[in-house]
C-alpha cells in the first residue's frame, strides 16, 4: 500500500521532473492488443514493470501512448508472470503525460520485485457501472472523448458475451435488462446486434454511433457473473469437494498456491451458501483435464473468483494432485493453539455462535473434525477453552458418528437451548499416536520416539520440559510422573526427527495435544533427541512396578503405548491431584477425631479410677478390721493430726471417725 508521506515527495519530485525519452510500451498475452501484460522496450530489450504504486492512472497514460485515448484500467497481475528484466518499479503518474517514461519512477532496471507482480493493464473502451462488482452493471462504452450507454434495443445474452470477453471475463455474459438503472450523457449505441463470435462490440452491427431513438430508461445492463460455472465434484454433499470452474466451454481445477478460507468464502458465497468457507487442502483428491487458475487471492469482498487475482485462465505451474478442495460447512474451532482445537463455534443465519455441551460427546466430536477436514477423529474436552459469547445455536446434539455434519445430527433445533456459555463446548481434533521410550536400561526410561506417517522418529529437546516428560509417562501408563533427560546415556536415535518446540500446559492426555512446530518441521540434530525418565523417585527403586495397562511386552528396553484419553475433558492429572488432596484431609480429620475420642476415653477412665481408689481409701478407713470395737482413745491417739505447723488444714477423716464412734 502506498506510504502517504512518500507519495507527497514523489508529486514534489514530479513537479521538478524534466521529460524522459519516450518508452515503447506493449500489451501481451491478451486476447487482443487492448489488453494484456505490460512491457516497455529499453536498451535493445523487453522488459515487465512491477506493480508496486502502480494505478489506473498509470493505466489511462499507457493506453494513450498505444492510441486509446482516456480509457485504461490496472487489472493486477492477470496476465501473468513475464521474463527478462524488470524495467520499472515504483510507477507514479498524474494523469497529464503522454508516455509512461514521463511518470515518475525508480531507476530503469532498479526494483525488489519478483515477476509474479508485473502489471496488467486493459485498454477496453467499455465498462460496468452501478453494480456490486466490476462484473456487473449498466454498460458504458467509451467515443469521441466521452463515455456514454448502449440502448437495450436488440441487446441479447449473444451481445453480453462479447462485452464480458472484452472485460476479460470469458464468453460468458448475460443481459441484466435496466437493473442498474439510467445513465446521463451520451446514449453512444441501439439497435447492437452480435451473432457472439465478435471480439469487441463495435464489430457488431449498430445504428451508428450517437444514431438512436431511446431514453435513458433504457439504458442496457449486463452481468458476466456465471454462478453456474462453479461446482464442487467429489464430496459427500453439495457443500464440500474438488473446486471446479467452467471456463470456455470447459470445465477444470483450481491449483492451490496462495489459495486460503477468504477464497472459499467467495466460493461458497458464488454457490448459494453463507459467506462462510473453508480451503481443506487437495482433500477430495486429483481432478482431470485443464487445470484453469492459479496463485488465486481474493480478498473475501468479491462476488466472483474472476475478480479475484489470478495468474490469468489456463496460465499454471501446477499438478492436479494440487487440485484445491474447499468445504462451504459452518464450523469452527475457537480460542485453541491450533485449528485442531478449540471451543466449538457454527454457522447460522449470517452470524456465529456456541454449541451447548449436553449429551455432546465424542462421536460428536468426530462428525466436526470431519466436517473440518481433519478425518474421523476428534474427542470432546469439556469446556476447555473457556465460554464464548452471542447465540448459542445448538443444545442437546446426539451424532452416531457417521453423520458428515453436525447440522445432521439430532438437536433441539437452531437456536433452542436451556444453557449459559459456561456450557460451550470445546473439541479436539488431534488424530491418534503412538510413542516409546526407546535405549534405555528400563521401559520407563530411555530415548522419547513417536510414530507418524508410517515411522518411528526422535523429539528435539528445544523447550522440552517436565510437564511435557510427565504427560508422555502418563500416556503409557506410568502416571503423572516424569522429567526430561538428555539421551546421552541412551543409544543414539536415527530417521525422522518428528517433533521440535513441544510445550505442553499438563493438562493434554499425550505429546499430540501439546503444541508443536508441525510434524516433520524443526532445526535439531539428533544430538538434541529428548529422553524421559517416568521412574517415580518419590520411592524406592526397589518398590517401582509397572502399572497395569503399561505396554512392556515388546522390548525389556522399549515402551510403547497408543494415546488414548482417559476422560473426557482431559482433566485427570488434576482430578487425580484433587482427589488425593480431598481424601488425605478426610483421613486426617479422621485421624484427630479417632484421637480426641481415645483420649476423651482414657481420661473419663481415669477419673473414674481415681474416684474408686479415693472411695475405696475411705472406706478402707471407716471399716473396722475386726468386731472388737478399739477404744475411744487409742483411736484418737491413731488418728491425731500430726503437731506440724504444715498441717493446719482440719483432718475430715478423723471428724468421720468420731462422729462414728
Not at 496488467?120 to 467509451?142: F, I, K, M, T
Request: proline share 3%.
Amino acid at each position: 500500500m502506498p506510504n502517504p508521506a512518500l507519495s507527497g515527495v514523489v508529486l514534489l519530485l514530479l513537479l521538478a521532473t524534466g521529460r524522459a525519452q519516450p518508452a515503447t510500451v506493449r500489451l501481451v498475452g491478451g486476447s487482443d492488443s487492448t489488453e494484456g501484460r505490460l512491457e516497455v522496450y529499453h536498451n535493445g530489450t523487453w522488459g515487465t514493470v512491477c506493480d508496486d504504486y502502480f494505478d489506473d492512472v498509470a493505466a489511462r497514460v499507457v493506453c494513450y501512448s498505444l492510441g486509446y485515448r482516456d480509457v485504461g484500467g490496472f487489472v493486477g497481475n492477470r496476465y501473468g508472470a513475464g521474463r527478462g528484466p524488470i524495467w520499472l518499479d515504483n510507477v507514479l503518474c498524474r494523469g497529464t503525460e503522454t508516455n509512461i517514461a514521463d511518470c515518475w519512477h525508480g531507476a530503469w532496471g532498479r526494483h525488489n520485485c519478483g515477476h509474479a507482480e508485473d502489471v496488467s493493464v486493459s485498454c477496453v473502451g467499455v465498462r460496468l457501472v452501478g453494480g456490486a462488482s466490476a462484473r456487473e452493471g449498466r454498460l458504458e462504452v467509451y467515443h469521441n472523448g466521452s463515455w456514454g450507454t448502449v440502448c437495450d434495443d436488440y441487446f441479447d445474452d449473444a451481445t453480453a458475451r462479447v462485452v464480458c470477453s472484452m472485460l476479460g471475463y470469458g464468453r460468458a455474459g448475460t443481459v441484466a435488462a435496466n437493473r442498474h438503472g439510467p445513465g446521463s450523457g451520451a446514449i453512444w449505441l441501439d439497435d447492437v446486434r452480435c451473432t457472439g463470435t465478435e471480439t469487441s462490440i463495435t464489430e457488431c452491427r449498430h445504428a451508428g454511433w450517437g444514431g438512436h431513438n431511446c431514453k435513458h430508461s433504457e439504458d442496457v445492463s449486463v452481468s458476466c457473473i456465471t454462478a453456474v460455472g462453479l461446482r464442487l465434484a467429489g464430496g459427500p454433499s453439495p457443500r464440500e469437494g474438488r473446486l471446479e470452474v467452467y471456463y470456455n466451454g470447459t470445465w477444470g481445477t483450481v491449483c492451490d498456491d496462495d489459495f486460503d478460507d477468504a477464497t472459499a468464502t467467495v466460493v461458497c458465497r458464488m454457490l448459494g451458501h453463507e459467506s462462510v468457507g473453508q480451503f481443506v487442502g487437495s482433500r477430495y483428491g486429483a481432478g482431470s483435464g485443464p487445470i484453469l487458475l492459479d496463485d488465486l487471492r481474493c480478498s473475501g469482498t468479491e462476488a466472483n473468483i474472476g475478480d479475484c487475482r489470478h495468474r490469468g485462465w489456463g496460465r499454471h505451474d501446477c499438478n492436479h494432485s494440487e487440485d484445491a478442495s474447499v468445504s462451504c460447512l459452518a464450523v469452527r474451532l475457537v480460542g485453541g493453539r491450533s485449528a485442531r482445537e478449540g471451543r466449538l463455534e457454527v454457522y447460522h443465519a449470517g452470524v456465529w455462535g456456541t454449541v451447548c455441551d449436553d449429551n455432546f460427546d465424542n462421536a460428536a466430536a468426530r462428525v466436526a473434525c470431519y466436517s473440518l477436514g481433519y478425518g474421523n477423529v476428534g474427542r470432546f474436552v469439556g469446556n476447555r477453552y473457556g465460554k464464548g459469547t452471542g447465540t448459542i445455536w445448538l443444545d442437546e446434539v446426539r451424532c452416531n458418528g457417521t453423520e458428515t455434519s453436525l447440522a445432521d445430527c439430532r438437536h433441539l433445533g437452531w437456536g433452542s437451548h436451556n444453557c449459559q456459555h459456561t456450557e460451550d463446548a470445546s473439541v479436539l481434533c488431534i488424530g491418534e499416536v503412538r510413542a516409546r521410550l526407546a535405549g534405555g536400561s528400563s521401559p520407563r526410561a530411555g530415548r522419547l520416539e513417536v510414530y507418524h506417517s508410517g515411522a518411528w522418529g526422535t523429539v528435539c529437546g528445544d523447550g522440552f520440559t517436565d510437564t511435557a516428560a510427565k504427560v508422555v509417562c502418563y500416556s503409557l501408563g506410568f502416571g503423572y510422573v516424569g522429567r526430561a533427560t538428555n539421551t546421552d546415556d541412551y543409544s543414539g536415535g536415527n530417521g525422522t526427527i518428528w517433533l521440535d518446540d513441544v510445550a505442553c500446559d499438563g493438562i493434554e492426555t499425550h505429546i499430540g495435544e501439546c503444541f508443536h512446530g508441525g510434524w516433520g518441521v524443526h532445526n535439531c540434530v539428533h544430538h538434541e533427541d529428548v529422553g524421559v525418565s517416568c521412574l517415580d523417585e518419590s520411592r524406592p527403586s526397589s518398590s517401582t512396578s509397572t502399572p497395569a495397562g503399561s505396554s512392556t511386552a515388546a522390548s525389556p528396553s522399549t515402551s510403547t503405548a497408543r494415546f488414548e484419553a482417559p476422560t473426557q475433558d482431559g482433566g485427570h492429572k488434576y482430578k487425580y491431584t484433587v482427589g488425593i488432596f480431598v481424601a488425605t484431609f478426610i483421613g486426617g480429620l479422621v485421624l484427630v477425631g479417632v484421637f480426641l475420642f481415645a483420649l476423651a476415653v482414657v481420661l473419663h477412665y481415669r477419673n473414674k479410677r481415681q474416684e474408686r481408689e479415693k472411695n475405696d481409701e475411705i472406706r478402707r478407713r471407716v471399716t473396722p478390721t475386726s468386731n472388737t470395737r478399739p477404744p475411744p482413745a487409742a483411736l484418737a491417739v491413731r488418728d491425731k493430726p500430726p503437731t506440724s505447723e504444715k498441717s493446719s488444714k482440719p483432718n475430715h477423716a478423723v471428724r468421720l471417725l468420731n462422729l462414728s464412734v
